[in-house]
């Protein structure tokens, strides 16, 4: 049976795991400060709570972390197979495209802003945070630790969102947008790119991703913001 445990050092209150948890094993503490873990005993160690909790403060053990290779693209023919039906797909208009990219540009924003009036100046760490989490989500990555492989099969994943090119020299990378894709989102509300605080996330966010597929952790730097994004992943520590 799984255990879970929450370190109350690092719960911020915000109730994500009471409210995804699908068998409400979490309740509120009565004064709303923290979860706590009322009916442990109703766990079915589907690990929502783990991968939702925006501190990492929850733990769950006895259960196995399965990386989520159903996820692979490459795999989608064999998923096919296993279902018995064919994948769904959908003709995309240009307007649909362009409804599309408004309505996620005005969330990104509106998400940004809610950050950081929510968590302060601790924004940049939930950014990271949010790279370390989606990192579950990409397991090809893990086939090769190694810098130059994960930078090549990240290029692969984000093309046609985040098209970057990379160089690496002595372990440092320097990676170049040309430009960012949220630099329209991003000069749209009227922000500057660069400094931003949806750009500051998401350069946390590729800290957090390269940390966790290389197994050592990352700085980011940009070194330059506009027609084209510089950043520089170097290792610390």
Not at 70 to 90: C, D, M, T, Y
Not at 169 to 193: D, H, N, Y
Request: proline share 3%; aromatic share 8%.
């Amino acid at each position: 049976m799984a255990s879970i445990e929450i370190a109350e050092a690092g719960c911020r209150g915000c109730s994500l795991c009471v409210d995804t948890c699908p068998v409400h094993v979490f309740d509120t503490s009565p004064d709303g400060a923290l979860a706590v873990v009322a009916r442990d005993g109703d766990c079915i160690g589907c690990l929502a709570c783990f991968y939702v909790c925006p501190s990492r403060c929850i733990e769950v053990t006895d259960v196995v972390h399965e990386k989520p290779y159903h996820r692979i693209e490459e795999h989608s023919a064999v998923v096919e197979k296993f279902l018995q039906r064919p994948g769904e797909r959908i003709e995309i208009t240009a307007q649909d495209w362009e409804e599309a990219r408004h309505d996620v540009s005005r969330c990104l924003v509106g998400l940004a802003d809610t950050i950081e009036s929510t968590i302060g100046r601790g924004y940049k760490t939930l950014g990271r945070q949010s790279g370390v989490l989606a990192a579950a989500h990409l397991p090809e990555m893990y086939e090769d630790p190694g810098l130059e492989k994960v930078l090549a099969a990240l290029q692969k994943r984000f093309r046609n969102c985040f098209d970057f090119d990379y160089e690496i020299s002595e372990g440092q990378a320097r990676l170049t947008f040309k430009p960012c894709g949220l630099c329209r989102v991003v000069e749209e509300s009227g922000q500057k790119v660069g400094e931003a605080v949806l750009c500051h996330l998401f350069h946390e966010y590729w800290a957090g991703l390269v940390t966790t597929f290389v197994g050592k952790k990352h700085q980011c730097r940009v070194t330059e913001a506009g027609a084209e994004c510089h950043m520089e992943l170097t290792t610390s520590g």
